[in-house]
């Protein structure tokens, strides 16, 4: 696992519920590590349907191991958000492979 390859700077992220002051419940996402990761792989396409394009990116990240990772999490990287579709160990206790989606909603295309 050659360190250089590990060239991005990315953000972990966790959703936490609360309660707000008119008795709501809203979702809040915070940052539970940063992590350096290497882009494995990145595809993209489109769909149209109900007067929207939706874009979908494909990115599988690598990133060194930790335990804590899961699916309930999501991936911040350049501004981008990416869900976590599967987390895999193809190393034991060495590294972990992050497969995301990430969706681009626009309204009203021409």
């Known amino acids: 696992m050659a ?20 008795g709501a419940t809203e979702q809040i996402w915070t940052p539970v590590a940063s992590a350096w990761a290497e882009l494995v792989s990145s595809s993209g396409g489109e769909s149209f349907g109900d007067d929207q394009v939706t874009a979908v990116t494909r990115a599988t990240w690598r990133i060194r191991y930790r335990t804590n990772i899961t699916t309930a999490m999501r991936v911040i990287a350049r501004g981008q958000v990416y869900e976590i579709n599967e ?24």
């Open 3 to 22: 360190a250089g390859k590990f060239d991005r700077r990315i953000t972990l992220e966790a959703c936490h519920n609360r309660i707000t002051a008119a």
């Open 87 to 110: 987390v895999s160990e193809p190393d034991r206790n060495r590294e972990l492979v992050l497969s995301c989606t990430a969706l681009n909603v626009q309204s009203g295309h021409a």
